[in-house]
């Protein structure tokens, strides 16, 4: 009987003992993984603090520094909140997006709309009411092209579009769109032009009455609609001209024949003295 408690101890030792040894085996394995596995270094990158509209210059407070993998850090990124600051926006960005280097302005570039145009290109303002600007639906970041209605040298009205796929830099004094896409009441927008493109604008709204055809903001195809003038729109076409009748050619009626000549000789015989006539040949015309 002692015998068998003994084997019967030995058997659950031996269990025990192999269960501790799978054990220290697997911590040690582990241990050893995690001694051998990369460190991945960690930094700091710099994101804004809350939302930030187009052409505001950068604060403290607009900014603050989060920790980041370096290996993943994205190109133009900044480490430093004042490597930032003093510099504008050229596009709005939201809480918690990253400051790139592309998204500001140079710091004497100043600040407000102007640093949203690019070089090269133009802002110019246009007077609009309710009708012009699409009942207030044209907002900042819309493209749209501009239709103008004048007169021509033959004092006949025409319409037809000048400009196309311009995008809206700013309606009024806004240059965000509203956040619910509601229309707003503005008396003026201003469009990103290049140089020869403000000129047509200006003299558009000077010489005749601009409107605003809102389109899709992926719909850059350009399209070159014929022009309409007052008369082929209330007028229509013009009548397809009548054919002319055939022309019958009757046969010419054959020439009356001339009269023939009458020749009268006198013939005196003695003292006999008589006249007869004589009719010449016929001459037809």
């Not at 133009?76 to 809480?95: H, N, Q, W, Y």
């Not at 790139?100 to 290109?121: D, M, N, R, Y």
Request: hydrophobic share 40%; charged share 25%; net charge neutral.
């Amino acid at each position: 009987m002692d015998q068998k408690r003994l084997v019967v101890g030995l058997l659950v030792a031996l269990v025990f003992g192999l269960v501790a040894a799978r054990y220290v085996y697997v911590q040690l394995r582990n241990a050893k993984m995690v001694a051998i596995k990369p460190v991945t270094p960690v930094g700091r990158i710099v994101v804004a603090a809350k939302r930030i509209e187009l052409g505001e210059r950068l604060t403290s407070s607009d900014l603050r520094e989060i920790t980041w993998p370096d290996t993943t850090r994205p190109a133009g990124s900044f480490t430093r909140v004042s490597d930032c600051l003093d510099r504008a926006l050229i596009t709005p960005v939201v809480e918690n997006e990253i400051i790139l280097e592309e998204k500001l302005a140079p710091k004497e570039a100043g600040g407000g709309l102007s640093v949203a145009i690019p070089e090269g290109t133009r802002g110019i303002s246009v007077r609009v009411d309710d009708v012009v600007s699409v009942a207030g639906f044209v907002a900042p970041g819309t493209m749209v092209d501009v239709l103008v209605t004048g007169q021509t040298s033959n004092g006949d009205s025409i319409t037809r579009t000048i400009l196309q796929d311009l995008r809206v830099l700013a309606v009024g004094q806004k240059s965000e769109p509203d956040r619910e896409g509601k229309p707003q009441t503005y008396t003026v927008v201003t469009l990103l032009v290049t140089p020869e493109e403000a000129e047509k604008v200006t003299m558009a709204s000077t010489e005749g009455k601009i409107h605003l055809a809102l389109r899709n903001t992926i719909d850059t195809k350009e399209v070159n609609p014929p022009p309409v003038s007052r008369t082929s729109l209330f007028a229509g076409a013009p009548p397809p001209a009548a054919a002319a009748a055939p022309r019958i050619r009757r046969p010419s009626a054959p020439p009356a024949p001339q009269q023939a000549d009458v020749y009268v000789i006198d013939v005196i015989r003695g003292d006999k003295h008589e006249s007869q006539s004589f009719a010449g040949q016929q001459v037809h015309q």
